[in-house]
């Protein structure tokens, strides 16, 4: 089944304790993407990435690193985790950019105190 | 600003009644144009997408853009309680995607 799998699903954590948001899709899509969800605020990205080796910046990238080492992973990673990084975060992939397209993962369900 | 604006709502209908959801945008080099659906405790996806001004069906969905206006709306007919969800408006231009907030609908039965 073509998916985008994230994990964890749900994770409560402390400031300051670095974490991975991991994300895999199986559907050899070159693009991908990190997005967080807010209240009001809608879907903002935070991070994507053309192919391997390939990231570049969205519109909320402060306090996040992402790497693309393989086609098919992408990890989100916040190095030192603040309240305000508490969210909903979705990774998506795609096949084809200019058709705007996007699968996205089930989301990541994070609470930093 | 936001460069997409979209009500949020929430939106209750009855079923059978027609959604109207629209979002409005100020970045004019934004070349394609897209509608996802959100069901509760799920990821996005996709509804209907457009290159150009003008009206876009599928089924029971209509899409419009007016690019000189900077306005594209969603059409729902006979709406049905399982088109209950957050529909989310979309806009690209190059590799950059931004959405709008999400309107939530609930369509009563």
């Known amino acids: 089944e073509a998916q985008v799998t994230q994990n964890p699903r749900y994770l409560i954590t402390v400031t300051g304790k670095k974490l991975t948001v991991t994300c895999s899709q199986n559907?050899?899509?070159?693009?991908m993407s990190w997005y967080r969800q807010d209240p009001g605020l809608g879907l903002r990205q935070i991070y994507y990435?053309?192919?391997?080796?390939?990231?570049d910046k969205g519109d909320v990238p402060e306090g996040y690193k992402v790497s693309r080492k393989e086609k098919r992973n992408f990890p989100l990673i916040l190095e030192s985790p603040s309240p305000n990084q508490t969210s909903l975060y979705f990774c998506?992939?795609?096949?084809?950019?200019?058709?705007?397209?996007?699968?996205f993962g089930e989301g990541s369900r994070l609470t930093v105190l | 600003q936001k460069e997409v604006e979209q009500d949020p709502g929430p939106l209750s209908v009855p079923e059978g009644a027609i959604v109207s959801l629209n979002c409005t945008y100020s970045?004019?080099?934004?070349?394609?144009f897209m509608w996802y659906r959100q069901y509760s405790r799920k990821g996005p996806e996709l509804l209907m997408y457009?290159?150009?001004?003008g009206n876009k069906e599928d089924g029971r969905f209509t899409a419009q853009v007016d690019k000189s206006s900077k306005y594209i709306s969603l059409f729902i007919r006979d709406s049905q309680p399982s088109d209950s969800a957050t529909y989310l408006c979309?806009?690209?231009?190059?590799?950059?995607?931004?959405f709008g907030a999400g309107t939530t609908v609930t369509v009563r039965a």
């Open positions: 970045n004019s080099a934004f070349q394609y």
């Open positions: 979309a806009m690209r231009v190059d590799y950059k995607l931004s």
């Open positions: 559907m050899n899509h070159e693009y």
């Open positions: 998506a992939s795609s096949y084809n950019i200019p058709t705007g397209e996007l699968f």
């Open positions: 990435s053309m192919n391997v080796e390939v990231t």
């Open positions: 457009t290159y150009s001004s």
